[in-house]
C-alpha cells in the first residue's frame, strides 16, 4: 500500500489549507478508521526496525509508544517534508508490562490467559510532523481501560482458531470477534482497533490555532 491514495476530503483547514496527509503506518487497521472519517490520505509505510516490548532500552508502555510514533513519523517525513505525517503505536499494557505482538501461537495463548478476566490499558500514542506545526510537532497519547471476560482454555483456543492475532498486540482485535472475550470498555474503541480518530482530527483541525 505504500504511498496508496485514499479518496475523500483533504485534512482539516487548520492541517496547512490542503497540505498532503500521509499515514506513516502499513496497519490496515488504522487506514480503514481514518477513511471512514472521509480523509484524503497517503498511506506511507515507515521502514524503521520498532522497539518491542521488553527490549532494551525498556520503556515504560506509554513511552515505548511514543518512541516508536516517532520513528514512524519521522522516517517518513524526511522524505515529504512539505506534508504532514502522522506516525502511530499501539501498546496493550497490564500494569507496568507493555504487552507486544505474540511470537507465535504458544505466546499468544499466554497472552490471552494473563488478560483473562484482568482490566489493561491500550495506549495509543501518535505524531505529527509537519511545516505548518509550531515547533514542526505535535504528540499525545490515548488510553482505553479494557476488561476481559474470564477466559477459559476452549475460549481462547476458539478465539485463536477464529482470528489471526500474530500481528495484534495483546493477541487479540476488538473489531475481529472481540466481543466474545472482552466484556466492557472505558474510553474510545478506535483507540483499541489502533488508532484514536476523534482525538487526532481534533489536533489536526488546531494546526495553525496553538
Not at 7 to 24: E, K, N, Q, T
Not at 94 to 121: I, T
Not at 134 to 144: D, H, N, Y
Not at 174 to 200: F, K, M, T, W, Y
Request: proline share 7%; glycine share 10%; net charge positive.
Amino acid at each position: 500500500m505504500t504511498g496508496a491514495c485514499q479518496r475523500g476530503r483533504r485534512a482539516p483547514s487548520g492541517a496547512g489549507g490542503g497540505v498532503d496527509l500521509i499515514l506513516a503506518s502499513a496497519s490496515p487497521r488504522r487506514a480503514r478508521l481514518l477513511r471512514s472519517r472521509g480523509i484524503r490520505f497517503e498511506v506511507v509505510p515507515a521502514a524503521v526496525d520498532e522497539i518491542g516490548a521488553g527490549e532494551p532500552p525498556r520503556l515504560s508502555p506509554g513511552e515505548l509508544a511514543a518512541h516508536n510514533a516517532w520513528l514512524k513519523a519521522a522516517d517518513v517525513a524526511r522524505t515529504r517534508p512539505a506534508a504532514i505525517v502522522v506516525g502511530c503505536d499501539t501498546v496493550v499494557a497490564l500494569g507496568a508490562r507493555a504487552l507486544g505482538k505474540p511470537r507465535d501461537p504458544g505466546d499468544a495463548r499466554a497472552m490471552l490467559r494473563l488478560l483473562s478476566g484482568r482490566v489493561h490499558a491500550v495506549i495509543s500514542a501518535v505524531a505529527i510532523i509537519g511545516p505548518s506545526l509550531p515547533g514542526g510537532t505535535r504528540a499525545f497519547r490515548e488510553v482505553t481501560l479494557v476488561r476481559f471476560r474470564a477466559l477459559s482454555d476452549a475460549d481462547i483456543a476458539a478465539y485463536l482458531a477464529r482470528v489471526h492475532v500474530l500481528d495484534k498486540a495483546g493477541a487479540y482485535a476488538l473489531q475481529e470477534h472481540g466481543r466474545s472475550i472482552v466484556e466492557a470498555i472505558r474510553g474510545p474503541a478506535d483507540n483499541v482497533v489502533g488508532l484514536p480518530v476523534d482525538r487526532l482530527l481534533q489536533e489536526l483541525a488546531h494546526l495553525g490555532n496553538p
